[in-house]
């Protein structure tokens, strides 16, 4: 299942008048900043300011490697793909984790130690602040670094999914949709992974932790 998102109608309403408006505009769900950005009319040529922030210091990790990971690829088809799997499933291929171990963490982890240099401060007292031109590196690189084995995902997302007590309210969820769509379901409640049908699922074997 895709939640859908709506544009932010107030923001796009002062970007087109040419206030200064839409600077004040908060929003942590990029499916947001995305639908927003997309309705701007093509014929609009002044500049936009976006700021992404949110409470939630995950929510914001996981909007900047999305980011990251679409400013840094070119395969449309492939960015599309890995960022519904980025934003959904529960695990990824093994190519796109390779590239947040491999790629994406160590340029993380440099900026961090570079931080800590020049401040002197240990990732627990930084504050979170991803705007004012400041990111919180070591924080980052601690959320990059969090890795957990494949057998205990599973466990953990099976204990919270697939929980007996919450049985009668998943059973009285299918029951209300269409049959097409409690298969649909099913599928994405058994494997976590929101792929085709006919998608061999064997290389998603890395926990989008």
Known sequence: MVMS????????????????KENSQRCGDLR????TVTCIPQCYKGKVRIVIN??????????FIILTYILCHDSTDQIAENTIHLWYSAFIPDSL?????????PHVLHEARVFQA??????????????????????????????????EAI?????????????????RYL?????????VHVNFMESG????????????TKPNV
Do not use: M
Request: glycine fraction near 4%; charge should be positive.
């Open 54 to 63: 949110d409470k939630d210091f995950d929510a914001i990790a996981r909007a």
């Open 5 to 20: 998102a709506e544009p932010n109608t107030e923001a796009l309403t002062g970007v087109l008048n040419g206030s200064k």
């Open 193 to 204: 992974i929101l792929a085709p049908f006919s998608r061999p699922l064997y290389c998603y």
């Open 97 to 105: 984790d390779a590239w947040i171990r491999g790629t994406l963490y």
């Open 32 to 35: 947001n900043v995305i639908k």
């Open 175 to 183: 029951f209300r949709q269409p049959p097409a769509e409690r298969q």
């Open 118 to 151: 020049r401040h002197g401060v240990k990732p627990n007292v930084i504050e979170r602040l991803f705007v004012n031109k400041r990111v919180d590196w070591p924080n980052l690189a601690s959320y990059l670094q969090r890795e957990l084995p494949l057998d």
């Open 155 to 171: 466990s953990a997302r099976n204990a919270v999914v697939a929980c007996e007590s919450r049985r009668d309210s998943r059973e």
